[in-house]
């Protein structure tokens, strides 16, 4: 079995209870929903570099994934999404109520997988997860904060995606090299490394929402320009904007009136003509570099490294 | 100190982030509004009948303390609840968004407190804390699905409130046990008390929104009956009731139109025509017995034991 196969056929396999289906239901249509998986696959793609007994490591993955399911769920809820992977969020299908709750019962669970592990290094793994939990709650809360604001700048937009989205992805990456017996040095390069391919992987999002192939992205383009969101476009294109540019700009955002594919042509136009793509696209393979970098310090073969090092490319698209 | 003063000295010093502030202050606020402190009073309790040393399961006891506030900044979230201990519900004061996040935050917090304490039995303690919350989802969806009936059976009552209450305050005394290195045995008879108590608890609450003084319970007379709440009084009423009765008990829960005070009137009559109200306290008592009984077991001299018996009587009022 691949990784993924390996993580779907573990996912399907969990013995939930039915009672209540208030409760129960939603979580099975959430975890059920599929997605890359990518934070279980990071997980015991590092857990192996050390060792091969995999199925150790995969209540961890599980653990993971069950909570990047629950931070998704509330996370819908409170931008009001009605779709999420095609389908209606729960709280569209169900109610707000049910959304909370089963929230908050994938959260316990996902504490639940990671307690029930049974591997090395579990106290530090588990204080690792509630620290990067407690992390996500905090990217979060700045994120809605940015939404307010016009003059965020590139450093804080990129520690809000740090704690919103690597550090989940350099606790995967940790936690797999501890629950293998890694040493500290070993576990915490992974978790650099996993942190800025992290930050690379959003900022890629970001420019797949503006120049990406609505085929192989899977979304339509431009719904981060139509609600206004604070990607690394957006607030580079606000910090390079003279002042009249900058007024037209938040005017052309603001304006709820003009036609969505007015809107997205017109704000493009602007990110092309203050160069923006470029610029992302070198910060982009900036960060990748940076992550294969931090990578040759592990004490390990390189070959050994290679199939990370092969996933990480496949995750930026690149053919290497 | 006092335990309580122990509890609230060490809740007003632990040092929680500033930043970012929408995410924090919240919590803050929720853990200052006080409440009776019940489910870490418990569990140190519980600690102390075997180990004088305290302070080692305090971490354990602002866990749960942190878990118990983070249900019911849910619960208020979910039940468009407007006031908490006199002070308006997070939700109203910032917005349900905020209710969300700080409550996931609070839950992420609690489990981190249980992971940071350094006792023993500390696998046990994490899995029956994780069992637990669990648990607590599910009697509050059950709780969610009873106000959409009218057929709810005493038993379902009673298995919703275990859930719901219960098995908190047993999770505390047990996990008190577990940090003290106590047997297996006194740990179970400690969760059998506990879960008792909790049901007489829940049950004494019911009866005291209809029959209590104002004065003492700290809140106003007939809330369960103007919401139709179904408690533990109007159940009974609701299967001792012949077929008009019933229907007019539930006319009356269902009129929207008349005024507070003589539907409470009302409906308390027809609570005294069934006897509702003897049966109730009967049904305290003989819980409160099985609990005072089931500490017998303990393989512990009386006198150490004393507190605990006395504390259990102090929540239901008793002076003996």
């Known amino acids: ?14 013995p939930y209870p039915t009672q209540p289906e208030g409760l129960y239901e939603p979580i099975g249509y959430v975890l059920s929903m599929g997605g890359k998986r ?54 569209k299908k169900w109610d707000a109520n049910t959304a909370v709750l ?3 019962a994938m959260l316990i669970m996902a504490f639940r997988h990671f307690i029930e592990a049974r591997c090395e290094g579990k106290e530090q793994i588990l204080e690792l997860f509630a620290n990067t939990a407690l992390e996500i ?23 809000m995606i740090r704690l919103k989205t690597s550090v989940l992805l350099a606790c995967a990456a940790k936690a797999g090299a501890l629950a293998a017996g890694a040493s500290p040095e070993d576990a ?10 992290g930050l690379a992987f959003q900022v890629q999002d970001d420019w797949l929402d503006v120049y990406g192939d609505p085929k192989v992205f899977g979304k339509k383009i431009g719904g981060d320009i139509l609600c206004g969101k604070k990607t690394y476009l957006l607030i580079n294109a606000l910090n390079r904007a003279d002042a009249a540019e900058k007024q037209r700009l938040l ?32 910060t982009i393979d900036n960060l990748y570099k940076e992550a294969l970098a931090a990578l040759d310090a592990l004490s390990l ?20």
Do not use: W
């Open 1 to 14: 079995m691949t990784l993924t196969e390996t993580i779907e056929n573990y996912l399907s396999h969990i």
């Open 102 to 104: 089963s929230g908050d």
């Open 251 to 282: 005017a052309l955002l603001a304006d709820g009136d003009m036609p969505a594919a007015e809107k997205i042509a017109a704000v493009t136009q602007i990110y092309d003509a203050l160069g923006i793509s470029p610029l992302t696209l070198q």
């Open 137 to 159: 709650c905090e990217g979060q809360q700045y994120d809605v904060n940015f939404e307010r604001r016009t003059d965020v700048t590139e450093s804080e937009y990129m520690e």
């Open 301 to 320: 073969p390189a070959e050994r490294v290679a199939p990370l090092r092969q996933y990480a490319g496949s995750l930026l698209g690149r053919k290497s």
């Open 38 to 91: 990518l934070r279980p696959t990071l997980l015991l793609l590092s857990y192996s570099l050390f060792k091969d007994d995999i199925d150790t490591a995969l209540p961890l993955a599980i653990g993971l994934e069950t909570y990047h399911n629950h931070t998704l769920l509330h996370d819908d809820l409170m931008d009001n999404a009605d779709v999420r992977r095609g389908k209606p969020t729960v709280h």
């Open 188 to 197: 915490g390069t992974l978790y650099r490394f996993a942190e800025k391919m």
